[in-house]
């Protein structure tokens, strides 16, 4: 069992800045990819960004610029810095992560941008 807690989000005024973490813990050796999605009620849940363990990133194209992920393989911890936001990055944001080929998800972060 792999378990994946999320911290970080928040209330944002627009071009603000907010950092989210996600730590996986369990029965895991290693953690494959790890990364963001998120979700607006009504809506499917979209790609934020993945790294892979060896350091390929895949951004969606709505935050290309604007988000950075990075990872503490020794820590099994994903980490999404988020600058410059906007109204639309509001949603749910969750952490996946890949290990052994099943993907697991956090429960979500909320993250509000409103001035």
Known sequence: ??????SGGGLVQPGGSL???CAASGSIFSVD????????????RDLV?????DGSTNYGDSVKGRFTISRD????TVYLQMNSLKPE??????CNA????????GKGTLVTVSS
């Open 1 to 6: 069992q792999v378990q994946l807690v999320e």
């Open 19 to 21: 950092r989210l973490s």
């Open 33 to 44: 990819d790890m990364g963001w999605y998120r979700q607006v009620p009504g809506k499917e």
């Open 49 to 53: 960004a993945m790294l892979t363990r």
């Open 73 to 76: 393989n020794a820590k099994n």
């Open 89 to 94: 990055d509001t949603a749910a944001y969750y």
């Open 98 to 105: 890949i290990v052994r080929g099943v993907r697991y998800w």
